[in-house]
């Protein structure tokens, strides 16, 4: 019986692209450059299964016109938020993630931009380099102590709580937490966290605020200008989540006014696209989306696809089936 044929569409980890060519009949895109609306739409009509990244955008005019010959999308990424998954069931194509392995390697990327945001580490790095440091003194790029202050979290998932756990116990943060279905107290104890009833109960409460959640619809711009009002004056925000969650122009005015003393970000609302006024402002982080970026997690993601691509058509259920 011939391989499934399988279109991976970004450079993957050379060790798992190895397994992929021995059980596949794999192409793969050597530009590595993010594939447009057009290749997407050609590639369902052509591979048993596309393999796309957060940097492939598939929505449902995507799915539509072209007769699809794709069963599945084995997405690289535990957000799935850039798929029209409705559109893709609607079409008969099962869509798969990448949970839990990169859990610990995104909540360590909140915590360094929590640190680094506080601490005024990269207005320290960039005058350093630009050789602009003229020494040790008492008022040189003071920060905010992090240990001992509270730290709200939205969504409290695998990453939220890995998160509050390094917060509570590395920093002893006191940390409060919004979700959407309840999380049994003795559960959040185990992490250092007790939960509030709204999310306004938590940017009240919060000289940190760090986003957990998924992206997409539902929480599209669930941090907009009202809520950013709503946060103690002089709080710092984090988000590791996904760029939709923020709205980009609110959170620009919410510093410049001096509302927020700072954020710390690796996700944007249309990547790689990070608009000039936050790169101009000195009290933000800015990272480039890397979250999951490890040896070691960029691996495990690849290979929980493989395992995911494989059970499919072997005819079992593929494990981290989303629809
Ligand atoms: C994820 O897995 O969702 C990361 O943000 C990369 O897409």
Known sequence: MSKPRILVTRRWPAAVEAVLAERFDVTLNSDDLPLGENELRLALSIYDAVLPTVSDRLPAAVFEGASIVTKILGNFGVGYNHIDVAAARAKGIAVTNTPGVLTDCTADIALLLLLSVARRGGEGERQLRAGEWKGWCPTHLVGT???????????????????????????????????????????????????????????????????????????????????????????????????????????????????????????????????????????????????????????????????????????????????
Do not use: W
Not at 246 to 267: K, N, Q, Y
Not at 279 to 290: F, G, I, Q, S, T
């Open 145 to 323: 102590k992090v240990s001992g202050k509270t730290l709200g979290i939205i969504g409290f998932g695998r990453i939220g709580r890995a998160f509050a756990q390094r917060c509570h116990f590395g920093f002893g943060m006191d940390v409060v937490f919004f979700n959407r279905s309840p999380v049994d107290p003795e559960e959040a104890a185990r992490y250092g966290a007790r939960q509030l009833s709204t999310v306004e109960d938590v940017l009240a409460a919060a000289d940190f605020v760090s986003l957990h959640c998924p992206g997409g619809a539902e929480n599209r711009h669930l941090m907009n200008a009202a809520r950013l009002a709503t946060m103690k004056p002089g709080a710092f925000l984090i988000n590791t989540a996904r760029g939709d969650v923020i709205d980009e122009s609110a959170l620009i005015a919410a510093l410049e006014s001096g509302t927020l003393r700072g954020a710390g970000l690796d996700v944007y609302e249309a990547e790689p696209h990070v608009p000039e006024a936050l790169r101009r402002m000195e009290n933000v982080v800015l990272l480039p989306h890397l979250g999951s970026a490890t040896e070691e997690t960029r691996t495990a993601m690849g290979m929980k696809v493989v395992e995911n691509v494989t059970a499919f058509f072997e005819g079992r259920e593929a494990p981290d089936r989303v629809v």
